[in-house]
């Protein structure tokens, strides 16, 4: 296993609604990014947060948005639900050093949303 | 058109055949290459990285061709618990982000 954990593992929300998703890096990583996976697709960049700032993001709307704590574990929330926001939400950690991102991703098993 | 393609399969093979994934991907600052490994209903996983002179681990082999912006991964005796979607990843100059395929799925049968 990775040591990434994400919780919970799956929610039904009905659209309008807020969620949050909670993730616990793998010891010793110090940057956390978010994706969403759509069914049959590929995983969707959504933000990367290192140092608890955010520090790069994809193509999401505003009402997707993050932390990162002191401990390196993370939050995404999601405000204002849409009936396309259902998909898996996955959760990476890596190491970053100040040659950048070496592109190993550990990956939690993932939140599965339903929105209704 | 997205910036890297597969073929989404699925390919259906015996055990012990030889199987080959190709990828595309558009942009031309990709700097870095990898295949990731989903199997079903969970997390991906890295399969091994991609370089310029080509590379193996054990039954599988990847090869990069970057005039052409192509990348393979080709798998030798098939087994059973190779089944399971392969994702083609770039990781471009400058970005935080991988960029993920949409996955070829392999199902290897008895």
Redesign the interface.
């Known amino acids: 296993e990775?040591g990434v954990t994400q919780s919970p593992t799956h929610l039904i929300k009905t659209r309008g609604q807020q969620v949050t998703l909670r993730c616990s890096s793998q010891s010793g990583h110090n940057t956390v990014?978010w994706?969403q996976q759509a069914l049959?697709?590929?995983?969707?960049?959504i933000f990367?947060y290192y140092r608890e700032e955010e520090?790069?993001r994809?193509n999401f709307p505003p009402r997707f948005s993050g932390l990162q704590f002191p401990n390196y574990s993370s939050e995404l929330n999601v405000n204002a639900l849409e009936l396309d926001d259902s998909a898996l939400y996955?959760c990476a950690s890596s190491l970053v050093r100040q040659g950048g991102?070496t592109?190993?991703?550990f990956?939690?098993?993932?939140s599965r949303l339903t929105v209704l | 058109r997205k910036e890297?393609e597969q073929d989404?399969g699925p390919f259906n093979v015996p055990e012990g055949a030889t199987v080959a994934f190709n990828c595309t991907y558009s942009n031309s600052a990709s700097q870095?290459f990898?295949w990731y490994r989903q199997d079903c209903r969970?997390?991906?996983?890295?399969l091994m990285?991609v370089y310029s002179s080509g590379n193996e681990d054990g039954r599988f082999t990847a090869q990069l061709n970057r005039a052409s912006q192509y990348i393979s991964l080709l798998i030798r005796d098939s087994k059973l618990s190779d089944s399971a979607t392969y994702?083609c990843?770039v990781?471009v100059t400058g970005?935080?982000?991988?960029?993920?395929?949409?996955?070829t799925r392999l199902q290897v049968q008895p």
């Open positions: 990775t990014s994706y049959g697709q590929g995983p969707q960049f990367q520090n790069g994809g996955l991102n592109g190993e991703l990956f939690g098993e993932g | 890297v989404p870095s990898f969970k997390e991906p996983k890295l990285s994702l990843v990781m970005r935080r982000a991988l960029t993920f395929g949409s996955g």
